[in-house]
């Protein structure tokens, strides 16, 4: 149950354009659709994002985006605000039947 | 509207015992999965346990079987996680979480910190 594997830190302009990778295996984020992200301002409940890959639960604005190719995942925010100034983490199920969260990236909005 | 809330975070010493409890309301509680998930501090997620709505599914991480026990009460529509054996890396904030068929988790709790000492 190795975690999956994000950049520790991502940061952009507000306007500017960011992707957060996360990395895994065939076991897990390449193996099911089950690859969901959250965004944690500290201190507060996680938010989830995105879910199966691409999708986005009502009220997520539509700047936040999600892809996949092979085992690696991918949440594109679009036009980052400073509000955006959170830390990100990825989750996949696994052929384990367990669940995998990524290490986490801090998005630094300069 | 879905709300999560935990309790039973405490210091603990070493080798110790303590129970955590989620009380939920604003939706159908045997109808979902339940997780908790821990966050130890300055580290990410770490996802801990399962538990499916009629209680037959469960699952846990390697870093805490036989040691931690998940449990639900259907009518009491609460949610809890037996932690045994406590160690100083079992030192976390734990959260309760909904889980949902694509096996995201779409409700959280604010939390309940665990400290334990060695």
């Known amino acids: 149950q190795s975690a999956l594997t994000q950049p520790a830190s991502v940061s952009g302009s507000p306007g500017q354009s960011i992707t957060i990778s996360c990395t895994g295996t065939?076991?897990?984020?390449?193996?099911?659709?089950?690859v969901s992200w959250y965004q944690h301002h500290p201190g507060k409940a996680p938010k989830l994002i995105i879910y199966e890959v691409t999708n986005r639960p009502s009220g997520i604005s539509s700047r936040f985006s999600g892809s996949r190719s092979a085992n690696t995942a991918s949440l594109t925010i679009s036009g980052v605000q400073a509000e955006d100034e959170a830390d990100y983490y990825c989750?996949?199920?696994?052929?384990?039947?367990?669940?995998?969260f990524g290490g986490g990236t801090r998005l630094t909005v300069l | 509207q879905v709300q999560l809330v935990e309790s039973g975070g405490a210091l603990v010493k070493s080798g110790g015992s303590l129970r955590l409890s989620c009380a939920a309301s604003g939706f159908t509680f045997r109808d979902y999965y339940m997780s908790w998930i821990r966050q130890i501090p300055g580290k990410g997620l770490e996802w801990v346990s399962y538990?499916?709505?009629?209680?037959?599914?469960?699952n846990y991480a390697d870093s805490v079987k036989g040691r931690f026990t998940i449990s639900r009460d259907n009518v009491r529509n609460s949610l809890y996680l037996q932690m045994n054996s406590l160690r100083a890396e079992d030192t976390a904030v734990y959260y309760c979480a909904r889980m949902t068929t694509s096996t995201d988790f779409d409700y959280w709790g604010q939390g309940t910190l665990v400290t334990v000492s060695s």
């Open positions: 989750s996949s199920y696994t052929t384990s039947s367990t669940v995998v």
């Open positions: 538990i499916s709505g009629n209680r037959n599914t469960i």
């Open positions: 065939s076991s897990d984020v390449g193996a099911y659709h089950f």
